[in-house]
């Protein structure tokens, strides 16, 4: 229990820090300078712009039937830090445009930092299993059925028509151009953050529930297990144990599936500057750009 509840702790830390630095970017730098973050975000402070009603409220109201989408894919723990992220971002759009100083300046400086914080903010809500909703949950919903694709990629695909939708508002065609600036910067630090290049981690996990572990982490995350037999030196027992490679960004849930699954169980975790193959980058990727 008392593991159980530092995990929560942490989630809701971390999740607190990435939807504040997502927030102080629309305040600060985004928003003031007709600059669209992208996403449902991007539309609700094009809104902002026309009807005057507070960007928070609006992307509430917009988060809502997308939840309910998620939460039948996905479930309810996702469902959970979902809602609860995207409350937060709501409260803090609307809070730090009240008490924030806003940058009003060079147009390229406020796309730069407000691409950096928002993309770090986002990354730090996925790393703890939650989305700050709107086009994060069709991008989460995308990689977890196809883990080889990035969510930094899908999110830039989506966020091209915010681009177009907010040029239009503020009839500014700059506003398009400094868009992809922002969301470009936005989606390569979320790309650096979750996965490190083609970085991941490796867990080799020893229990005496190696069947039941192995059927949770397949059937939660989609993931491949390989059972390897041991010998104990000490023990003289044979006994599985279970390697499983993940990315970097998949690693709190694994830890929570174990822990869940058996409170006694011994893993050791180790960095994989690269993995290759199903679920990964493909082999053939990797001879092109030199294995890096």
């Known amino acids: 229990m008392r593991r159980i509840g530092r995990e929560t702790v942490n989630d809701i830390a971390i999740i607190i820090a990435g939807t504040a630095s997502a927030a102080l970017a629309i305040d600060v730098f985004m928003q003031p300078n007709h600059i669209s973050p992208g996403g449902l975000t991007g539309v609700a402070t094009a809104l902002n712009f026309l009807i005057n009603i507070p960007s928070g409220l609006l992307l509430i109201l917009m988060n809502i039937p997308l939840a309910v989408v998620a939460a039948r894919q ?98 500014d065609v700059e506003t398009a151009l400094y868009s992809v600036v922002a969301i470009f910067v936005s989606s390569r630090v979320l790309d650096a953050t979750l996965y490190g290049g083609d970085r991941g981690k490796m867990f080799y996990v020893f229990s005496k529930h190696t069947d039941r572990l192995s059927e949770q982490i397949m059937r939660q995350m989609k993931r491949g297990v390989t059972v390897l037999s041991a010998h104990g030196g000490y023990s003289g027992e044979d006994r599985p144990v279970i390697l499983c490679a993940v990315r970097n960004y998949q690693a709190a849930e694994l830890r929570r599936i174990i822990r869940s699954c058996d409170q006694n169980a011994f893993i050791i975790i180790a960095n994989a500057d690269e993995i290759l193959g199903l679920g990964f980058k493909a082999l053939g990727q990797a001879e092109e750009s030199g294995g890096r």
């Open 74 to 171: 996905i479930g309810a723990k996702f469902l959970i830090k979902t809602v609860a992220a995207t409350l937060l971002l709501s409260v803090l759009i609307d809070l730090f445009a009240v008490i924030i100083p806003q940058y009003e300046g060079n147009r390229i400086l406020a796309s730069v930092y407000g691409g950096l914080l928002n993309g770090f903010g986002l990354a730090l809500v996925f790393l703890r299993g939650g989305t700050t909703g709107g086009t994060d949950i069709a991008a989460k919903l995308i990689n977890r059925r196809y883990p080889y694709v990035s969510m930094g990629r899908v999110l830039l695909v989506f966020d091209a028509a915010v681009c177009i939708f907010a040029a239009v508002v503020y009839r």
